[in-house]
Antibody, heavy 117, light 112 residues
């Protein structure tokens, strides 16, 4: 079965960077895209960007310049790196598989990132 | 950016009764390829979101048929015909027709 397993919770200081991983299994990795969505505590879902099945990335304007999304086809793993963290980046970060219908059909369990001095 | 507006913000429903959630987009979600990339997701407290419907009305495998999506253009509706206890939580619409992808603000469904 399709599974996306994310790395564990992180605590970072302001100005630092964080890198979250998303290990996938149960499907052919390079035929689907991978997206990242975050959820600030008590708020809704916010799309951050995606890596399409062909490797092309598209980032939300808000994060351009400080986000990098990559994939490692050899390990079927996706990565989200976010730099210059502030307290506003405290959130749960989710990865999800992107189908050819541009929907997010399987999700990771989420990774809590706390930014605090 | 396409703004997705959901109403109501919250709905308290009696078990077995129907509920409808509206999602309106600030511009048409019909893509140049003719498809409409509007999906619905459900999030229970403390859980990741789960996809229910894609392309307005197509149920993901395993989603009960009490969930129905309808609409076109800029106006869309998710209906749950007979609410069950497991249906509580937040419901989100999401558009993937145009970058950046955007979500509605969410609708909370609770049991009376």
């Amino acid at each position: 079965q399709v599974q996306l397993v994310q790395s564990g919770a992180e605590v970072q200081t302001p100005g630092a960077s964080v890198k979250v991983s998303c290990k996938t299994s149960g499907y052919t990795f390079n035929t689907y895209g991978l997206t990242w969505v975050r959820q600030v505590p008590g708020q809704g879902l916010e799309w951050m960007g995606w890596v399409a099945y062909n490797g092309i990335t598209n980032y939300a304007h808000k994060f351009q310049g400080r986000v990098t999304m990559t994939t490692d086809r050899s390990t079927s793993t996706g990565y989200l790196q976010l730099r210059s963290l502030t307290s506003d980046d405290t959130a749960v970060y989710y990865c999800a598989r992107v189908s050819r219908s541009k929907c997010f059909d399987h999700w990771g369990q989420g990774t809590a990132v706390t930014v605090s001095s | 950016d396409i703004v997705m507006t959901q109403t109501p913000l919250a709905s308290a429903v009696t078990l077995g009764q129907p509920v409808a959630i509206s999602c309106r987009s600030s511009q048409s979600l019909v893509h140049d390829d003719g498809n409409t990339y509007l999906s619905w997701l459900h999030q229970r407290p403390g859980q990741p979101p789960r996809l229910l419907l894609l392309e307005i009305s197509k149920r993901l495998k395993g989603v009960p048929d009490r969930f129905t999506g309808s609409g076109a253009g800029t106006d869309f509706t998710l209906e749950i015909s007979r609410v069950e206890a497991e249906d509580v939580g937040l419901y989100y619409c999401m558009q993937a027709t145009e970058f950046p992808l955007t979500f509605g603000g969410g609708t909370m469904v609770e049991i009376k």
